[in-house]
């Protein structure tokens, strides 16, 4: 008896591990939306409504993110999504400190997410990249002609159609941390 009930035990164990692994690689790649949807996949996702709608873009103002209200793009090559753009920028309201504050601040909860980015400064343009198997984040402060601004960019890296970029994106893989929206 105690033998059928190993064996139910451990077969339970099997398909909750399978399950698990199947999930995990299910994540999402931004926000609550994978490479590739479609632009109707992605309105779906987002209980926000958009504020402009394009054939390749979807923007959204006002989107909450770390305590503050930034805008975000999501671009798509045709029918399939390839690209999300946080962005953050001196208006009236927002100041130079605050564009630098909520660098900092979101670079710190990336970091816990993803681990160490790399860092490249060029004059007043700092970037920090950080690299999964599925996508590459890049976090840009700068000084623009209209002002210090913030982009945070999640582009899609297997949406090339490379082989060896599909086969590296269907290994199991997690986040240090989850980090709501980032």
Do not use: H
């Not at 975000?72 to 946080?86: I, K, R, T, V």
């Not at 599925?134 to 402060?141: E, F, H, S, V």
């Amino acid at each position: 008896m105690k033998t059928i009930q190993f064996r139910i035990i451990g077969l339970f164990l099997l398909q909750f591990f399978v399950i698990n692994q199947l999930l995990a690689q299910q994540e999402f790649d931004v926000r609550k939306v994978r490479w590739g949807f479609s632009p109707k996949q992605v309105r779906d996702a987002d209980t926000l409504k958009p504020t402009s709608v394009k054939k390749e873009k979807i923007t959204y103002t006002r989107v909450p993110l770390a305590d503050r209200k930034v805008g975000l793009e999501y671009e798509f090559n045709g029918d399939s999504l390839l690209s999300a753009n946080y962005y953050y920028y001196v208006l009236p309201g927002i100041t130079e400190a605050d564009v630098k504050q909520t660098a900092v601040d979101l670079a710190a909860l990336i970091t816990d997410k993803y681990g160490k980015g790399k860092t490249a400064q060029v004059g007043e343009l700092q970037t920090v990249t950080w690299l999964t198997p599925r996508t590459q984040i890049r976090l840009a402060l700068g000084n623009t002609d209209r002002g210090w601004s913030l982009e945070i960019t999640y582009l899609c890296r297997v949406c090339s159609g490379d082989p060896k970029d599909a086969e590296q994106a269907k290994k199991p893989w997690k986040p240090l941390k989850e980090v709501q929206d980032l």
